[in-house]
């Protein structure tokens, strides 16, 4: 039997899978506690090309790497919401309580892992310099840098972890992918001069990136005025949440222009053009942490489809390779060090509470879009293997990010005692009473713990608005 679908039906029909898949087993990972972040990586693994996608069943799973890929663009506007959301962390209110230290300290973990990650793998070169070249040495240490402010700010929702940590992790977060963008532009800037015989061109490595994150910030401050005058037009809750996806989707969009001026590149970061139009409209709209709130009722579904999504591009032939393996394992160990000794050593020069100390590091293990972003461009501009090889290792560094580092974030979040345990819900609140009266004993909710009693509501959902 042959079962032919129009590409439109194709569409809708996998988008429903997708999100079904992600629902699904979120459920099913409430067994083990895990975050729903894992949860939905695990479906899309599971539907991508490597599980039931090769099936070939129409509807089943994706059947390969680029038919996941047709999808880029819900990624794209869903690493918009998320940046605004960081964005909205930006306060000025908060800054001065916290803005320096966020600053020193995603600046030096940053950095740190940067070093360890360049360190271990060029002594791993003088081994083996056929495998490894320095280039891919330089590009990988500047690919060390990126944190995903996704999953991250997935679990914190999920959570509703709050304290001196989780105000603190989500503006290093934040900044962090901005440090990212500019290490791994100038150690880029000089792999690609290595790896051609060129010499090292400074208006490359160090002038275009700054035009990157100087245009990327002047556009989101623009949309984000633009933005806040374009609220005071409109009073009902749906049409303001309207404008607000409307300017989602405008940043995104702006920011897939690339100019050329001579030898200058001007380009764009959506995550930093996102993030700042959050900061500006968040610090000049006296209502905007309601808009915010019911932004991210509506951007749920969205983030299932994400990490859905992401589960499914990866891509699990990178273990066929025993060298991948080798330097994967050594990138995946020294940028970990890097990172959780780096927040630590910061963390403490600042003099942050103790429980920052010890867990911040660990909060800032999980790695996705913004690495896998870096890995395709030195694929794409680094000739031969070279390029190839960074983009396997940045797979397989975030295949085990992805899965293990959210696990990681809750349990950091959990030690340092900033999971709250979430107030009892209407549904919660009937089916306790129901039970009282089938038993005959009064309930007092006040009096009733969330906890052990209350199992089914403990660690929500964020993507459950039951």
Known sequence: MKIDMAGSMSI????????????????????????????????????????????????????????????????????????????????????????????????????????????????????????????????????????????????????????????????????????????????????????????????????????????????????????????????????????????????????????????????????LVCMMLGTVFCNLCPFSEELMERIDRWEGPLMVLFFVLSGAGLELNVFGSGAVILIGVLFILFRSIGKIGGAAISAKMMKCEPQVQKYLGITLLPQAGVALGMSIIAMQELDGDAGRLIRNIALFAVLIYELVGPLLTKIALDKAGEIREKPLTPRRKAKLMAKAKKNGTPVEFDAIPVGADAKEEKNPDPTDFS
């Open 12 to 271: 809708v029909l996998a988008l429903a899978v997708t999100l079904l898949a992600g629902l699904f087993m979120s459920r099913l990972s409430k067994i083990w506690n895990l975050p729903a972040v894992t949860a939905y990586l695990v479906a899309g693994i599971l539907i991508g090309p490597f599980c039931l996608g090769r099936l070939g069943i129409p509807g089943l799973g994706f059947s390969s790497g680029e038919a996941v890929a047709k999808f880029g663009i819900i990624s794209d506007v869903a690493l918009g919401f998320i940046a605004i959301a960081m964005g909205n962390e930006f306060r000025l209110s908060e800054l001065k309580k916290i803005g320096k230290k966020a600053v020193v300290i995603a600046v030096l973990q940053a950095l740190t892992a940067t070093l360890c990650v360049d360190v271990a793998l060029f002594l791993l070169h003088l081994a083996m310099p056929d495998k490894l070249p320095v280039s891919v040495v330089l590009t990988l240490g500047a690919i060390a840098t990126a944190t995903a402010p996704a999953a991250t700010l997935m679990v914190v929702k999920q959570y509703k972890a709050e304290g001196p940590l989780t105000k603190l992790l989500l503006p290093v977060v934040a900044l962090d992918d901005m440090v990212g963008l500019i290490v791994f532009a100038i150690s880029f800037g000089i792999a690609k001069a290595m790896e051609r015989g060129e010499s090292v061109d400074a208006i490359s490595v160090l002038v275009n990136p700054l035009i990157e994150v100087l245009a990327s910030l002047a556009v989101g401050a623009l949309l984000g005025i633009l933005f806040h005058f374009s609220e005071r037009f409109f009073y009902s809750r749906s049409k303001r949440m309207s404008i607000s996806v409307a300017f989602v989707f405008l940043a995104v969009g702006l920011s897939q222009i690339h100019l050329h001026i001579g030898r200058v590149e001007i380009g764009f970061s959506s995550l």
